[in-house]
C-alpha cells in the first residue's frame, strides 16, 4: 500500500525554524504534484504550500515568504523548510500528494508548535 511518513515536527520558540519531510513508499505511481496542508484548532484546513513537476509552487499568503517547498520527484520525497516560525503557525501539518491517475494519498500528520 502506498505511505505518506511525514516527520520533522515539534516545539520550537517563535521566530525559529523547522523541515519538514514527507517520504512517500509503496506501490505509487509517478508523483505529479506533492501538497502540505495544516490545522489548527479552531480553524479550517489550509493548503499552505505545493508543488508539481512543471516546477509550479504555491504559497498560501499566511506563509509566504517563510515556507520554501521542495520535492525530489524521482525519490518521491519533499521537503517543507519553514522559518520565522510564528504562535499561528501551530497546527497539524499534513503531506499530500497526487500521482498520474490523479489519485490522492495523505500523510498521518506532524504536529507543529510555536510557543515560548
Known amino acids: 500500500q502506498v505511505q505518506l511518513v511525514e516527520s520533522g515536527g515539534g516545539l520550537v520558540q517563535p521566530g525559529g525554524s523547522l523541515t519538514l519531510s514527507c517520504v512517500v513508499s509503496?506501490?505509487?505511481?509517478?508523483?505529479?504534484?506533492m501538497d502540505w496542508y495544516r490545522q489548527a484548532p479552531g480553524k479550517q484546513r489550509e493548503r499552505v504550500a505545493a508543488?508539481?513537476?512543471?516546477?509550479?509552487?504555491y504559497y498560501s499568503d499566511s506563509v509566504k515568504g517563510r515556507f520554501t517547498i521542495s520535492v525530489d520527484f524521482a525519490k518521491d520525497t519533499g521537503l517543507l523548510q519553514m522559518d520565522s516560525l510564528k504562535p499561528d503557525d501551530t497546527a497539524v501539518y499534513y503531506c499530500?500528494?497526487?500521482?498520474?491517475?490523479?489519485?490522492?494519498?495523505w500523510g498521518q500528520g506532524t504536529q507543529v508548535n510555536v510557543s515560548s
Open positions: 499530500h500528494v497526487h500521482d498520474i491517475r490523479d489519485f490522492g494519498y
Open positions: 509503496g506501490s505509487v505511481f509517478a508523483i505529479t504534484t
Open positions: 508543488i508539481t513537476t512543471e516546477g509550479t509552487t
